[in-house]
């Protein structure tokens, strides 16, 4: 039988969502070690895209084959966030056809970047958006708004990443969208797919405009060159979640 | 001078508000350090009262004296929650005249207890609200209301206390105000003083009475009889929070 996960988690105390041989630090790996204990076999997961170390997700999902069918689901969810550690959520567990893959059939995702806005600092939402302190002040959300929108279609974005695969770099951005939610800027990105530190390096290049440290056209440029010295610094893992998966 | 600190808090890594000799992790010692390194000379704060370990604080006040004059409190306050740690914030820092004392001169207190009432586990709460799971469903919230409202009044708490001191425990709760804000309900306690463990004893007791393990009239036998064996158990401390002092 093959079931979808959708999981939050915070990840500030964790490597990454990926499983390394390293440490047991991993998401995956947390969910992994408590899908074997319940099921009684040694369960894999395959989850939509890994994020980075620090990064959150609301609705991260996930696909794994076992065995034997899960006869209470609802029940098995509840067992699972027993065991979970706090900061990892299982949202929804549900049954799928045995084609099924959290990745390979991903048709978008939505990552969301938050900026705090107030002048007191985060309490409850520091390990979730990034504080530019008192320098929030000189920030031009506007144009950092406008400069955006170069970013919007299909297009090469290897400038805008360090992956190292040779595999393509072509993305396609569906939607930036920015919406202000009390004291918290949060910069929407809609797209097929996003390469490794994409959106906190388009991020950290979109703030570097916002501060007039950078032309608000200069974004095709990286585009064009595909040269990641053109762009802007890596914003904080922090400050970004995955919000949602979108599959057909 | 003297000084008037407002100031939140997350108490989840720390043994409390109370400086202790054992241990430099209290929220009280932290600010301490803080203001003497920026003063220049050892600084001792008066908290309007403690708050137990895990308990958290969203308008503690505490009041201090420094033989100087800060210049700029606006840049001071920005120099404090630079070198705080980012679980403890300085929301304002206002001169005073020399005989206030954030302890003394409170003039009444407010406590939010919380409980999560979504099915999901809290992620970004979860360590602000009580998460009673799936037992949740059995919590008749207007039983407790309505129990709760014999609490209201000028009354003996002792029973609903495991304070040993000597000293008086008769306190004035003003009210018990119940909110529900998204998924959490709030239940909002503003009185005179409150002793050692007094609102989460209220809370456990009251909690018992939600889930029909206590009958609804048995409060009053609890405050004439001062038998904290009478009481329900202790709630947890990540439910609670110091939202505001008042003074005159």
């Keep these: 039988m ?7 988690y915070e990840g500030t105390r964790y490597k990454g969502w990926q499983r390394l041989k390293t440490t047991d ?14 099921l009684g076999e040694p369960i894999e997961i395959d989850g939509s895209g890994r ?13 794994f084959k076992v065995t034997e069918t899960i006869s209470n689901l609802n029940e098995f969810r509840f067992q699972m966030n027993q065991y979970l550690p706090d900061d990892i959520i299982v949202l929804e567990i549900q049954g799928e056809n045995d ?11 939505t990552y969301v970047y938050q900026i705090w806005l107030a002048e007191q600092p985060p309490l409850i939402e520091r ?23 170069e970013l919007i279609g299909k297009k090469d974005f290897k400038g805008f990443s360090t992956d190292k695969t040779k595999k393509g770099t072509i ?25 490794y530190n994409m959106v906190r ?13 950078r032309q608000v056209d200069s974004l095709n440029q990286i585009i064009v060159s595909k ?14 979640y995955l919000e949602s998966v979108r599959y057909e």
Aim: net charge neutral.
């Design 2 to 8: 093959t079931y979808k996960l959708i999981i939050q």
């Design 127 to 149: 390990n979730w958006v990034l504080n530019l302190g008192s320098k929030r002040h000189q920030l031009n959300f506007e144009k950092m708004k406008l400069a955006s929108e």
């Design 51 to 63: 994020t980075d170390a620090g990064v959150h997700a609301l609705g991260q999902v996930a696909s």
């Design 25 to 38: 630090q991993t998401i995956q790996q947390k969910i992994e070690n408590v899908l074997s204990r319940l």
């Design 171 to 195: 993305r396609t951005i569906e939607s930036i969208n920015w919406e202000i939610h009390g004291d918290v800027l949060q910069i929407k990105f809609t797209g097929d797919g996003f390469l």
């Design 227 to 240: 040269d990641r010295a053109l762009a802007g610094e890596t914003a904080p893992a922090h400050g970004l």
């Design 99 to 109: 084609r099924f893959h959290a990745r390979l059939n991903a048709v978008s995702k």
């Design 201 to 213: 390096i388009i991020v950290g290049t979109l703030l570097e405009i916002g501060f007039d440290e």
